[in-house]
């Protein structure tokens, strides 16, 4: 089968949870002609049936140069998304610089720049520092401080 | 407020706006706004999402200003990127790519930007002027307008924007529905009742669009990033002779600009075809009548000089529905009016009656952001190429970690982050597969307004669904969304037929206007 194909299927299954979501909604008939639910599950049958409309026509299977075709590095994806979870997940421990300043420099390394490994690292911390000083100092924008405590 | 009252708002306007402070504003917004458009893969909706928390804390005019600068110089910045590296920094900048980096090649690249430059002052200024005469005469038409008429009217703009985004319509009409999905997300207004947040008060306050745009974009960007980079290939020149366009390269531009700007403004106008298709119209429109229309494809100053004015004009175009009726067409407006809501103002007919010096200052701004871009760009071109070295895996991180910063700035939370990071994932799937992104950003905005003005309308006729046919405006619009409708269905209808008869062209890059 077609990836679109499952492309299809998903979509089709995103639709009924939504559905299933605009079920959730408490509806109170008493004044509004329409009530809170009617919209999200127009909408929810909408993507179902344009889930089904993508199942029947696919269209043409892809050209070699469209992004469907492109072959991708998958292990730098997969880094990068867990590179971003981590930052999060250390944001406000580390505080605002040092989580940045890891961000900066190990997604530049995941991106490919890996014979740089000095020069990324000044730019990390140059980068992070000035974003910190420009919104918490200049635009008075409240940003973790962390374990360095500045 | 109307007719010859235009003149004296206008100077009423520039009276609000020249003083030193907001024309630093308009520098700001204008350098900023094409140091990034300048900077690949982010385009001039990104740029406006990115730099919303930067605005944080400004009066509103200064705020509104600044982004009048900002939306030009995004729009402009692109070309330079386009002309000097084959990678175009948007997609409205594709189609310039073409010529202009076989231009550059030739020796001719200065000519190349200073026909890009001076196209785009013309239209931009062009543009602004039809917005200003136009906009005031919209807004008579639109006081009569009621709620089924507003409804009727962003149906049209969804419906538009779904019809020409890219080739496969079960896509586009995914992509809408999605960005609708996401609107409904949070408290409903009318009733107080939460909706998809499954219990997480996080999901109370709704899906901000601007989280939507800076996901779907620039996170999803960088994924994608993450797993071409390695794979392309990346050609560019340097820039080589003279800035001046030489006599014959004048004489074979202005005709160009000309017919760019005429184009680009009212595909601007339009809701749902943004600077894209502009941009690809006014180089179709080249190929049929510019003298050197042999030469296209080899590096022909008019295949710069037109798309480069298109793009520019169809900016100014955009914001006649947006500021007139308070209904974007496109990603970037889409993002705009967001701003508005950010200041609790709402874009329409009321804002010009009640924020005239705002709406007036603003058109004033947008003159004054495109004599900057004239007078700043052209000496300052061999700056903004110097942003072209910076290499492009500490600039996409750069991206992601400006990303997460306006969205903690915004909410001041780590779980806003979580969500930013899930957009992220789904914009970069949504990519691999050739899904648009604009339509989601739109919908994501209109979601809750159209539904808002659906729910007036059957509650003033008591439920009675022909109020959308029984009143003549609403029912023009109205035949109009269905024949916006139907055109892509009995496409998909009539392509299937012919099945396997036409493999689509290659990766035009992402819709992001």
């Given at each position: 089968?077609?990836?679109?194909?499952?492309?299809?299927?998903?979509?089709i299954?995103?639709?009924?949870?939504?559905?299933?979501?605009a079920?959730?909604?408490?509806?109170s008939?008493?004044?509004?002609?329409?009530?809170?639910?009617?919209?999200?599950?127009?909408?929810?049958?909408?993507?179902?049936?344009?889930?089904?409309?993508?199942?029947?026509?696919?269209?043409?299977?892809?050209?070699p140069?469209?992004?469907q075709?492109?072959?991708?590095d998958?292990?730098?994806?997969?880094?990068m998304?867990g590179?971003?979870?981590l930052?999060?997940?250390?944001?406000?421990?580390?505080?605002?610089?040092?989580s940045?300043i890891?961000?900066l420099?190990?997604?530049?390394?995941?991106?490919?720049?890996?014979?740089?490994?000095?020069?990324?690292?000044?730019?990390?911390v140059?980068?992070?520092?000035?974003?910190?000083?420009?919104?918490s100092?200049?635009?008075?924008?409240?940003l973790?401080?962390?374990?360095?405590?500045? | 407020?109307?007719g010859?009252?235009?003149?004296?708002?206008?100077?009423n306007?520039?009276?609000?706006?020249?003083?030193?402070q907001?024309?630093l504003?308009?520098?700001?917004?204008?350098?900023?706004?094409?140091a990034?458009?300048?900077?690949?893969?982010i385009?001039?909706?990104?740029?406006?999402?990115?730099?919303?928390?930067v605005?944080f804390?400004?009066?509103?005019i200064?705020?509104?200003?600044?982004?009048?600068?900002?939306?030009?110089?995004?729009?402009?910045?692109?070309?330079?990127?386009?002309?000097?590296?084959?990678t175009?920094g948007?997609?409205?900048?594709?189609?310039?790519?073409i010529?202009?980096?076989q231009?550059?090649?030739?020796?001719?690249g200065?000519?190349?930007?200073?026909?890009?430059a001076i196209?785009?002052?013309?239209?931009?200024?062009?543009?602004?002027?039809a917005?200003?005469l136009?906009?005031p005469?919209l807004?008579?038409?639109?006081?009569q307008?009621?709620?089924?008429?507003?409804?009727?009217?962003?149906?049209?703009?969804?419906?538009?924007?779904?019809g020409?985004?890219?080739?496969s319509?079960?896509k586009?009409?995914?992509?809408?529905?999605?960005?609708?999905?996401m609107?409904?997300?949070?408290i409903?207004?009318?009733?107080g009742?939460?909706?998809?947040?499954?219990?997480?008060?996080n999901?109370?306050?709704?899906l901000?669009?601007?989280?939507?745009?800076?996901?779907?974009?620039a996170?999803?960007?960088?994924?994608?990033?993450?797993?071409?980079f390695?794979?392309?290939?990346?050609?560019?020149?340097?820039?080589?002779?003279?800035l001046?366009m030489n006599?014959e390269?004048?004489?074979?531009s202005?005709?160009a600009?000309i017919?760019?700007?005429l184009?680009?403004?009212?595909?601007?106008?339009?809701?749902?075809?943004?600077?894209?298709?502009a941009s690809?119209l006014?180089?179709?429109?080249?190929q049929?009548?510019?003298?050197?229309?042999?030469?296209?494809?080899?590096?022909?100053?008019e295949?710069v000089?037109g798309p480069?004015?298109?793009n520019?004009?169809?900016?100014?175009?955009?914001?006649?529905?947006?500021?007139?009726?308070?209904?974007?067409?496109?990603?970037t407006?889409?993002?705009?009016?967001?701003a508005?809501?950010?200041y609790?103002?709402r874009?329409?007919?009321?804002?010009f009656?009640?924020?005239?010096?705002?709406?007036?200052?603003?058109?004033?701004?947008?003159?004054?952001?495109?004599?900057?871009l004239?007078?700043?760009?052209?000496?300052?071109?061999?700056?903004?190429i110097?942003?072209?070295?910076?290499?492009?895996?500490?600039?996409?991180?750069?991206?992601?970690?400006f990303?997460?910063?306006?969205?903690?700035?915004?909410?001041?939370?780590t779980?806003?982050m979580?969500?930013l990071l899930?957009?992220?994932?789904v914009?970069?799937?949504?990519?691999?597969?050739?899904?648009?992104?604009?339509?989601?950003?739109l919908?994501?905005?209109?979601?809750?307004?159209?539904?808002?003005?659906?729910?007036?309308?059957?509650?003033?006729?008591?439920?009675?669904?022909?109020?959308?046919?029984?009143?003549?405006?609403?029912?023009?619009?109205?035949?109009?969304?269905?024949?916006?409708?139907?055109?892509?269905?009995?496409?998909?209808?009539w392509?299937?037929?012919?099945?396997?008869?036409?493999v689509?062209?290659?990766?035009?890059?992402?819709?992001?206007?």
């Open positions: 089968m077609q990836t679109i194909r499952w492309v299809a299927l998903t979509i299954a995103f639709g009924a949870f939504y559905v299933w979501g079920s959730l909604i408490r509806e008939t008493t004044y509004a002609a329409v009530g809170p639910r009617f919209i999200p599950n127009a909408i929810g049958i909408g993507i179902v049936l344009s889930g089904l409309w993508l199942f029947a026509a696919p269209g043409a299977p892809p050209a140069d469209t992004p075709r492109m072959s991708l998958w292990v730098s994806i997969g880094l998304a590179l971003v979870l930052y999060i997940l250390v944001f406000r421990w580390l505080g605002y610089i040092g940045t890891l961000l420099w190990a997604g530049a390394q995941i991106l490919g720049d890996r014979s740089h490994l000095l020069r990324d690292g000044v730019i990390a140059m980068l992070a520092a000035t974003i910190y000083l420009v919104f100092r200049l635009l008075g924008i409240n973790p401080q962390g374990l360095i405590g500045f | 407020m109307f010859a009252d235009i003149w004296s708002n206008l100077i306007g520039f009276s609000v706006v020249l003083t030193p907001h024309l504003f308009v520098a700001i917004g204008v350098v900023i706004g094409t990034i458009g300048v900077l690949p893969g385009g001039p909706s990104l740029t406006i999402s990115l730099l919303l928390p605005t804390g400004l009066e509103p200064s705020a509104f200003v600044m982004f009048g600068g900002i939306f030009y110089g995004a729009m402009y910045g692109g070309s330079t990127t386009s002309i000097l590296v084959n175009p948007e997609s409205s900048s594709v189609v310039t790519a010529d202009g980096f231009m550059a090649k030739k020796g001719r200065g000519a190349a930007l200073a026909t890009a196209g785009s002052f013309f239209a931009g200024t062009f543009a602004t002027l917005l200003m136009m906009a005469l807004v008579r038409f639109a006081l307008f009621g709620a089924p008429e507003y409804f009727a009217l962003m149906l049209l703009a969804l419906s538009a924007v779904t020409l985004a890219g080739q319509a079960p586009a009409f995914f992509a809408t529905l999605l960005g609708l999905a609107g409904m997300v949070g409903d207004l009318q009733t009742q939460a909706r998809f947040t499954f219990g997480n008060l999901l109370l306050g709704g901000d669009p601007v989280m939507v745009a800076i996901g779907l974009f996170v999803g960007e960088v994924f994608w990033a993450a797993g071409t390695k794979r392309t290939v990346e050609e560019s020149v340097t820039l080589r002779g003279s001046l006599r390269e004048w004489q074979r202005w005709p600009w017919r760019g700007t184009i680009g403004f009212f595909t601007g106008v339009l809701p749902g075809a943004g600077a894209t298709i690809f006014s180089y179709n429109a080249e049929r009548f510019a003298k050197g229309r042999a030469e296209l494809g080899q590096g022909a100053i295949g000089a480069e004015a298109a520019n004009a169809s900016a100014g175009g955009a914001l006649v529905p947006l500021l007139a009726l308070g209904i974007p067409g496109s990603a407006t889409a993002v705009m009016l967001v508005f809501q950010i609790g103002l874009p329409g007919p009321l804002l009656q009640q924020q005239a010096d705002l709406v007036w200052g603003l058109i004033a701004s947008l003159y004054i952001a495109n004599l900057a004239l007078i700043l760009n052209l000496p300052m071109v061999r700056i903004w110097k942003l072209l070295d910076v290499p492009k895996p500490v600039l996409y991180t750069g991206i992601l970690a990303s997460f910063l306006g969205i903690y700035a915004d909410t001041q939370n779980a806003s979580f969500v899930a957009l992220g994932v914009g970069f799937l949504l990519r691999r597969y050739d899904f648009p992104l604009a339509p989601v950003v919908g994501a905005v209109l979601g809750p307004l159209i539904e808002q003005e659906y729910r007036r309308s059957l509650a003033i006729s008591v439920n009675d669904y022909t109020v959308f046919f029984t009143r003549p405006i609403s029912l023009v619009l109205m035949t109009l969304v269905a024949m916006a409708f139907l055109v892509p269905v009995f496409n998909a209808i392509k299937a037929s012919r099945r396997r008869a036409a689509p062209a290659g990766d035009v890059g992402e819709i992001e206007d």
